[in-house]
């Protein structure tokens, strides 16, 4: 049996927090808000209650948890030892949505890396994310909280849909305000490396020291490269229709929209357009708008394409983003969730 509860983000009840933290403690699951997108927590030190994270997901075994902490002393539970550079990185972006990667301590199960031999680590700043593991009094393993092959969650009503009946708790804490996931770094090799884009930039990141971004993230063929988060090997965030991505010029790109839009759409195909201009006018089955700007294109991209896996969609047309900022990050979503990119 899933239970649900609601609690304000602004002023959370600490009578609920510790009924979650309790669940946790005696090795339950528990979905819970961050500020990139829903994770699905349990003790990152007790194998059994990591075990269940797997099960609920359809998780491979080899996809490893992000580790969840709400203090920085607990780094030193987690991992061998802290590069100065981390130091300095962590002592700007924590908490927020930045991932970091060392080499794990004898403390941490191997279920919660997934056999690696190192931990990834993230001092998220949503309040119930850090009232929950504060008070669960231990690091807390969360990947998204969606089932394997579907969009991160980034409101409760995504959770629901995915996990009901297959964890013991679901805290509805209002919609993610970043809607992407963090940005994971690898420290464990000579140069830091980017292996998933976020909102924290390779830009942002190198005020600190040289950080590499890894290959597979520049459109480098596949093949020829391992990528190095065992993530990044499964086709992500995907929905069930087809996306075609059409970037480049706004303007160029609403009208090869409403081409494709036109040529594709027939009796038996429905079709749906995700667009960053608010009064669209485009013949189709469905218009989301997305927003104008990268930061709101990552904050609706995924509720996007869930909206269009309820409304039976088969393909969508979507604008693409800006490729700086956030927008790599929104960009690197996209491409991997779409079927063929168009540039006008
Ligand atoms: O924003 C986020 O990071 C969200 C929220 C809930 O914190 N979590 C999240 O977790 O996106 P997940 O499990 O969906 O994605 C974790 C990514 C995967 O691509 C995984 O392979 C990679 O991080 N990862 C985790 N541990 C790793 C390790 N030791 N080495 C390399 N990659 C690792
Ligand atoms: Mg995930």
């Known amino acids: ?127 119930i994310a850090q009232l929950l593991i504060k008070e669960a009094k231990t690091p807390i393993a969360a990947p998204s909280a969606n089932l394997f092959g579907k969009p991160s969650p980034t409101k409760a009503e995504h959770v629901i849909e995915d996990l009901t009946g297959r964890v ?29 884009p976020g909102k924290i930039t390779q830009k942002e990141l190198e005020q600190f020291g040289k950080i590499l971004i890894d290959p597979s993230l520049l459109g480098k063929k596949r093949k020829k490269i391992v990528a190095k988060s065992p993530g990044m090997k499964y086709r992500h965030y995907s929905p069930d229709a087809k996306i075609i991505i059409v970037r480049g010029d706004s303007k160029k790109a609403a009208a090869k929209i409403k081409e494709l839009a036109l040529k594709f759409r027939t009796k038996d195909r429905r079709i749906a357009v995700l667009s960053t201009r608010k009064q669209e006018k485009i013949k189709s089955d469905l218009i989301i708008y997305l927003g104008k700007n990268k930061d709101t294109i990552a904050k609706n991209l995924y509720a996007a394409f869930r909206k269009c896996d309820q409304k039976n969609i088969d393909i969508i047309l979507s604008r693409g983003s800006e490729e700086t900022g956030i927008g790599f990050a929104v960009m690197n979503r996209m491409k991997k969730a779409a079927y063929k990119i168009i540039t006008v």
């Open 1 to 127: 049996m899933t239970k649900l509860i609601t609690v304000d983000p602004k002023k959370p009840d600490m009578r609920k927090i510790r009924t979650a933290a309790r669940i946790i403690k005696n090795g339950g699951t528990v979905a819970f808000p961050t500020e990139t997108v829903y994770g699905l927590g349990a003790n990152a030190l007790n194998s059994k209650a990591v075990k269940k994270i797997y099960v609920a997901k359809n998780r491979p075994a080899d996809n490893p948890l992000i580790v969840h902490i709400s203090n920085q002393d607990d780094l030193a539970i987690l991992a061998k030892s802290i590069p100065p550079i981390v130091k300095k990185i962590i002592a700007k972006y924590w908490p927020g949505p930045l991932t970091i990667i060392l080499e794990k301590s004898d403390k941490v199960p191997k279920i919660t890396t997934g056999g690696q031999k190192t931990v990834a680590i993230r001092m998220p700043s949503n309040k």
């Open 168 to 196: 013991d708790l679901i805290i509805d804490g209002g919609d993610a305000t970043i809607g992407i996931e963090s940005t994971v770094v690898d420290f464990t090799e000579k140069n830091p490396m980017i292996l998933r």
